[in-house]
């Protein structure tokens, strides 16, 4: 991702999600060091994204989204797959994230991909409050 990205991400961030990061929030993650943050774009359309955030070996999927018209296209499984590809060269072992309870296609795939459940996180969402579980995927290093 980079500066000409940011207001579509802000932008999908709004579609996708009932508690969406500010443009702010977003364009303030291309000056985080601990952050890694990708976006699928097709005719400088961003059809989807990733970001996350890396301490020491350990990193947490803060946000993805692919936008309804390019859903169930494999995007959201490329850039998990190139999200953890950049995380093994960084020397990071394991990927975690929180997902709604009731989210069963994303869960779906996190699963497909190799992800399990670590634990649970009650009334984790609001706008609906909802809980969330904790996903994670490792790997050797």
Not at 41 to 46: A, F
Not at 104 to 124: C, D, H, V
Request: net charge negative.
């Amino acid at each position: 991702m980079n500066e000409s990205h940011v207001k579509q991400v802000a932008e999908l961030e709004k579609i996708c999600f009932s508690d969406p990061w500010s443009e702010n929030s977003v364009a303030s993650e291309l000056n985080n060091p601990l952050s890694v943050w990708l976006v699928a774009e097709g005719n400088g359309i961003v059809c989807g994204y990733v970001g996350s955030q890396t301490v020491l070996d350990e990193t947490d999927m803060m946000n993805i989204a692919v936008h309804p018209d390019f859903r169930r296209k494999g995007i959201a499984a490329a850039l998990i797959a190139e999200l953890v590809r950049l995380l093994k060269e960084r020397g990071s072992r394991i990927l975690r994230l929180e997902v709604r309870e009731s989210n069963a296609p994303a869960i779906s795939l996190y699963e497909t991909m190799g992800f399990t459940q670590l634990g649970l996180r009650k009334n984790y969402y609001r706008n609906p409050k909802e809980n969330a579980l904790i996903l994670g995927k490792e790997w050797e290093i």
